[in-house]
Nanobody, 125 residues
Framework: HVQLVESGGGSAQPGGSLRLFCAASGYSDSPYCMAWFRQAPGEKREAVAEIDAEGSTIYADSMKGRFTIAQDNAKNSIYLEMTSLKTEDTAIYYC????????????????????WGQGTQVTVS
């Protein structure tokens, strides 16, 4: 079965940078849409960015220009490069994946994502 494992979370100062990784295993031969979500304390989970098997990306408006989602060298693994961090970026960040050749518009949120990682904490202060 599919397993997603996030790493790279931690603490940063405002204006700093962090890179998160998501290592995937157990994939079938199907293409996958992969994504990063986050959830701050007391808030709803929100989509951060998505990437399909061909590398096409979609970002939430508030992350454009600051965050970059990309495929890692390892097959079916992705990372999230976060720059110009703000205190409001503090959250648990989750990796998600679903077996389909394209990603839904980001306003669809977590609709359709079948597989989730355990999350990694990012604290900006």
């Amino acid at each position: 079965h599919v397993q997603l494992v996030e790493s790279g979370g931690g603490s940063a100062q405002p204006g700093g940078s962090l890179r998160l990784f998501c290592a995937a295993s157990g994939y079938s031969d199907s293409p996958y849409c992969m994504a990063w979500f986050r959830q701050a304390p007391g808030e709803k989970r929100e989509a951060v960015a998505e990437i399909d098997a061909e590398g096409s990306t979609i970002y939430a408006d508030s992350m454009k220009g600051r965050f970059t989602i990309a495929q890692d060298n390892a097959k079916n693994s992705i990372y999230l490069e976060m720059t110009s961090l703000k205190t409001e970026d503090t959250a648990i960040y989750y990796c998600a994946a679903d077996a389909r050749s394209y990603c839904y518009p980001i306003r669809f949120g977590d609709y359709g994502f079948q597989h989730w990682g355990q999350g990694t904490q990012v604290t900006v202060s």
